[in-house]
């Protein structure tokens, strides 16, 4: 048994066993559970492991931890497991000052990582090494069942969330991040709520971005249009202060591929009982819809709030999963190279960063979009470009792209983690996949 263990703030304390036995036995406890005997069976298994490393230096806390964690699993105790992580994730909130977990609001982003994590604890599914697991043993088309699951239930949440406010708001707002799937999960939040008797008129917003003539470069001529100022919000107000008062309105049409807008998509008129729905990465950013008062609107977050840990007990960036999505949806949409993507991501994180993730707080609903089962085929997609990717971001001399290489490099070691996964007929037609994919049942 190890005689010293490392606590966070570096101190070197004595090791002791019991820790681990008691840590145990409360989380057990607070799932119904009396029996010590598990908890000492975990303490042993920990041990064990400790032992079994040729490491002259002590353990951390973190890394006891995650054996503990381990061990609770590999012996079936599920619950126990998620009372562990939580009592792991409360201490660390003490320590930081920072609400307890299980006292927080329900907008505050803790709580649904409470939910993915006992997920993730549920489906055997809570790192790589364990993904990898479900696809070598045949098991990941139940995966893609399971993940499509906990998305249906997070659409169900957050429809009875609007539902309950139904009678005062006149403009959902769907926000959050680049490809957190905003598109799609508007898309179901309109039909979801036109099945309990409701109409709700869509405003895509990605039709109001000015010529890219007028958009501002940077020294590689790169364009930022990821704030909210590359959007035309006078005229959005505009149109939401119209449609509010029943006016109809002209959609203007964005093309992508030439950068301009040309024409109009089509027209709105919100009618007795409608409802407008749109979905925007700065839906939150309160010039966009400053022409509405706040008691008329329902805001909702949305996010890939990923719970997958990596071999050195990291958890995945949710910022990665994103690019991953982005980098397909512009190879396939938008005429735009997966590197050329990944070099402009550091524009998508900065605006992030500074207009969206900063006003997570407003939200009345926060979405988990995260689908666990999406990573094989991304490096089915992406895989065999990186190495080419990331050699170019290496030779390229310009500071931003020191970004990029972080990024790419960090994405590649995730892939080769993880085997790739090439039948996406697994994917259902409207799975919010398919929004990055391709062959959606939705017509975008």
Known sequence: MPKKII???GSIVPFRREKITEAVYAAAVAVGG?????????ATDVISRLESVEDD?????????DLVEKSLIERGHAKTAKAYIIYRYEHQLKREGRESLTYSSDNIPYRKLWQALSWGVDQGCCSLAELSEIIEEGRYEILV?????????????ACECILEKIGDI??????????????????KISHTLQEKGYRFVTLNVDHYFFNLDDQPKDATGDYDYETPQALDLDLINDHLKN?????????????FKTGNREGISGELQ?????????????????RMTQSLPDEKKFKLYIETLSQLKDDDGRFIRWADIRMLRRMVRDMQFRNYKPGQTAAHWHYVRRSELRYIISRIRKAHFIFNSFLPYELPIMKHRLGGLFPEIIEGFRNEPHGDRTDALERTERVMRIFSRIPEWEDESVVPPLSLLREFIG???YTY
């Open 270 to 286: 919100l009618k007795k009982n409608e409802i407008l729905l749109i979905d925007s990465l700065h839906g939150m950013f309160d």
């Open 170 to 187: 006149r403009l959902v707002i769907v926000s959050g991040p680049s490809s957190s799937g905003k598109t799609t999960t508007t898309l």
């Open 34 to 42: 009396r029996d010590r005997n598990p908890a000492e069976q975990v």
């Open 7 to 9: 606590k966070r703030n």
């Open 57 to 65: 230096g002590y353990p951390t806390v973190e890394e006891v931890q």
């Open 145 to 157: 069942r399971a993940s499509e699951d906990f998305y249906a239930h997070e659409l169900r949440e």
């Open 439 to 441: 062959k959606s049942g």
């Open 243 to 255: 449609l509010a008062a029943g006016k109809k309105i002209q959609v203007p049409f964005y093309n």
